[in-house]
């Protein structure tokens, strides 16, 4: 979990254009930490690239189908998160180990003429929106994730100290939501459906949801349980 600090992010600085690094197995959400292991050579030529820059990466998942032009240009889901390499180790045999750390979701506007290994965008970056009209819903809402999360608590005895402060007050709905969704093993398609949703209403109540069918299916390897800390993400 990370600090507010390291969340802080300069919309000014920002010009729009990021590069895209797809995967067929992995839905990043902003203010979480994630594991990954970088081997293709056009992702090393990316992470490359971002070192000698802003350090900036946007995570995209692979549209159904992407099997059969992996390694061309095969369609994205527009909603992607923009993430900031925190800390990178390069590996003897020249593949690298990164952590990347979501800092805000983007929506894909347009690729780029490629000219370079990999995909580049225009992106917009879109910030959590929170209905006035629905304001004294959301306390409702963040009790019930904290509820949903006890219940499946006990499944997670090595995460207990992560998610006490997760549980904390200060934390807002957006933040919490984020990374219950990042936590939460369900499928990818009902991931990308909470990342594509920047009503933090909606989106806390989709997730209450989830964790409300969650309790019903504790097996470790069951869908709808949590996981943490992640694993290494292969590209």
């Not at 819903?137 to 100290?161: D, K, V």
Request: hydrophobic share 40%; glycine share 6%; net charge negative.
């Amino acid at each position: 979990m990370s600090s507010f600090d390291e969340l802080s992010f300069s919309f000014e600085a920002f010009g729009g254009k990021a590069r895209l690094f797809p995967l067929p197995n992995l839905v990043l959400f902003p203010y979480v930490m994630q594991p990954l292991h970088i081997f293709e050579p056009r992702y090393r030529n990316l992470l490359e690239d971002a070192l000698a820059g802003d350090r900036l990466i946007a995570m995209a998942i692979l549209a159904p189908g992407w099997e059969r032009n992996y390694e061309g240009r095969p369609p994205l889901h527009t909603m992607a998160c923009l993430g900031r390499i925190t800390a990178c180790y390069r590996l003897p045999d020249g593949t690298y180990n990164v952590l990347l750390l979501g800092l805000r979701r983007v929506k894909i506007v347009r690729e780029l003429t490629p000219l370079r290994p990999f995909r580049e965008a225009q992106v917009e970056l879109r910030e959590d929106m929170y209905p006035a009209q629905r304001a004294s819903q959301r306390q409702q809402l963040q009790q019930a994730l904290r509820q949903g999360l006890l219940r499946i608590l006990p499944t997670l005895p090595e995460a207990s100290e992560q998610l006490d402060q997760l549980l904390d007050d200060d934390v807002p709905l957006g933040m919490l939501s984020d990374l219950i969704s990042y936590m939460l093993d369900i499928g990818l398609a009902e991931k990308q459906v909470l990342l594509d949703e920047t009503n933090v209403n909606r989106r806390a109540e989709l997730l209450v949801r989830h964790l409300s069918a969650a309790a019903t299916d504790l097996q470790p390897a069951g869908s709808g349980s949590l996981y943490f800390p992640p694993d290494f993400s292969a590209n």
